[in-house]
């Protein structure tokens, strides 16, 4: 088995080095981590629990059902902090390769793949939930689960991809495009990142990236409004530290040497590392308790799950002694490459599900624990027949053009 994690560890530097001569005149690298897809869908997975636990009006006043849900559940949100620490990684490293093999980034080549790669799904699902959706108001029972309501919403934010302050400026009225909040900080970390990883001197871009961590931290201290939950969840600043963790492994793993120390890392510790993300689980929702220390915890708690979720990525990718690689668990890998359009139609999935439910006169306001079952392993299914059409029918029209802009790709 230790034979298999280290053919991991190497197959990533050796498919670095691995160059290609496409079509064009300029060269490919390729880079490839065999394990994060699987994580990738983790993250998703945590997600869309939590979305089910919280939307899908399942009440159970079982003492032992509460705990799980309010302790363990509900804390799935953390899978947007995971991708986004996945996201500040997978960006950073693959800019820093592109500087350190050509000398340069070209930062309209950065734009256009982002474009490619995110804004077809995401307008869609706009679109469809700004024009479609609201036609359905009308059919809806009083207390049914989802919302569609656009009434309270600024359409131009989602437009220009500034969803999350649609969040903090209207309140939660629409989960259905809400879910992209999270897009939302996203491309407002690819319009300036490559332009730092670009112009700050590599001496000075490890500095760089620590102070962009310590100003979110600050951020959230200051500027919460004592702890405000909303500001501290959904704003860009506030988010800006799981990103910007993710950037500071990649530069790490830029070096050899950090690479080859993270290899022989013991076993022991990686299965402690994971107890304590399980262990801290249930202390997010009990933070409230600290009183006037709340803001202090409330602020320095992300950037100790980022941290923990750093480590995953690390061990994952380079540990040799590490009790599971998710790139083996074939299927949740090839799930894993979905995820985006996962993401982003979900909710949708849940709504017309829910709404074809109550069409047949099924209970969806207040569900036994069987229909609620049923509901969260249909919505997991379809959305996940879903995603695979989409990818194959619609988004590979436009990743197909995204080669053309990739001097360094992932495998």
């Known amino acids: ?84 620490v996945l996201s500040g990684f997978l960006i950073t490293y693959l800019l820093l390769k592109e500087k350190e093999l050509y000398g340069r980034i070209n930062i309209g080549d950065f734009y256009m793949r982002r474009i490619l790669r995110i ?21 809806l029972p009083v207390n049914f689960p989802i919302g569609v309501s656009v009434s309270k919403l600024d359409p131009l934010l989602y437009a220009t991809f500034l969803g999350n302050f649609d969040y903090l400026f209207h ?26 990883v670009a112009f700050t001197p590599r001496k000075y871009l490890l500095p760089a990236f620590i102070f962009i961590i310590m ?52 076993r022991g510790l990686i299965i402690s590392v994971y107890l304590l993300f399980i262990a801290l689980l249930p202390f997010r929702s009990l933070i409230w308790k600290f009183g006037v220390h709340y803001v202090h915890v409330a602020s320095i708690l992300p950037l100790i799950f980022s941290i923990l979720f750093a480590f995953f990525i690390l061990e994952q990718n380079y540990a040799e002694r590490s009790f599971l690689k998710l790139g083996r668990l074939k299927f949740i890998s090839s799930l894993g490459k979905l995820t985006y359009g996962m993401y982003c139609y979900h909710m949708i999935v849940f709504f017309l599900l829910l709404f074809t439910f109550n069409v047949y006169n099924i209970n969806v306001s207040n569900p036994n624990v069987y229909i609620f079952s049923l509901e969260v392993i249909l919505s997991l299914l379809i959305t996940i027949l879903l995603s695979k059409i989409s990818y194959r029918y619609f988004e590979r029209i436009f990743l197909r053009f995204k080669k053309r802009f990739a001097s360094i790709v992932r495998n």
């Open 171 to 196: 309140g939660i009225s629409n989960v259905l495009i809400g879910v992209l909040w999270s897009v939302s900080v996203e491309e407002q970390f690819y319009l300036f990142w490559p332009l730092i």
């Open 1 to 84: 088995m230790g034979k298999t994690f280290r053919n991991d560890s190497e197959s990533i530097q050796a498919r670095e080095k691995k160059v290609i001569s496409p079509p064009m005149l300029q060269q490919q690298t390729r880079i490839f981590f065999p394990n994060l897809d699987g994580l990738r869908f983790i993250a998703f997975l945590s997600v869309f629990i939590n979305h089910a636990a919280g939307c899908l009006n399942y009440t159970n006043h079982n003492k032992y059902y509460l705990f799980i849900r309010d302790r363990i559940l509900l804390s799935g949100d953390m899978g947007v902090n995971l991708f986004f």
């Open 215 to 266: 100003g979110s931290v600050a951020f959230r201290f200051f500027c919460s409004n004592g702890g405000s939950a909303m500001i501290l969840k959904y704003h860009s600043l506030s988010s800006m530290s799981d990103l910007a963790t993710g950037a500071v492994l990649a530069y790490l793993c830029t070096f050899k040497k950090f690479t080859e120390r993270v290899s022989r890392m013991p």
């Open 119 to 139: 804004w077809p799904v995401y307008f869609l699902v706009v679109a469809v939930c700004l024009l479609i959706f609201p036609l359905f108001k009308d059919h």
